[in-house]
Nanobody
């Protein structure tokens, strides 16, 4: 059984930075994607960023939601089965519960929640103005 554990959430002021980390353990079939989603109260879960690794070339590519491009950076460590999200210039609109997830479908690069099979419990990020 796959387990994902997030860490690094917290409360910051607008313009500050946070780094989230996620460790994956247990049985892990090939994971096309390791990425991050977020969900604010009253809103749907949305994809934030993911690292997609092609099976044939083993080349990894990062994908981002438009709202975080240029501010967030996602990195994946294949050897350690971890994925991190460096968040800079945070805005109150970034306030949400952030979830780590792994995708076993090649479509996971499009950041659709339905293409992700395993999820962490979430870590809260709160940004005040």
């Amino acid at each position: 059984q796959v387990q994902l554990v997030e860490s690094g959430g917290g409360s910051v002021q607008a313009g500050e930075s946070l780094r989230l980390s996620c460790a994956v353990s247990g049985y892990t079939p090939f994971m096309y994607c390791m990425g991050w989603f977020r969900q604010a109260p009253g809103r749907e879960r949305e994809g934030v960023a993911t690292v997609y690794t092609a099976t044939v070339t083993n080349v990894s590519t990062s994908y981002y939601a438009e709202s975080v491009k240029g501010r967030f950076t996602v990195t994946r460590d294949h050897a350690r089965s971890t994925v991190s999200l460096q968040m800079s210039n945070l805005d109150p609109e970034d306030t949400a519960m952030y979830y780590c997830a792994t995708g076993a479908s090649s479509r996971c690069r499009f950041l659709g929640p339905s293409d992700y099979a395993a999820w962490g419990q979430g870590t809260q990020v709160s940004v005040s103005s």
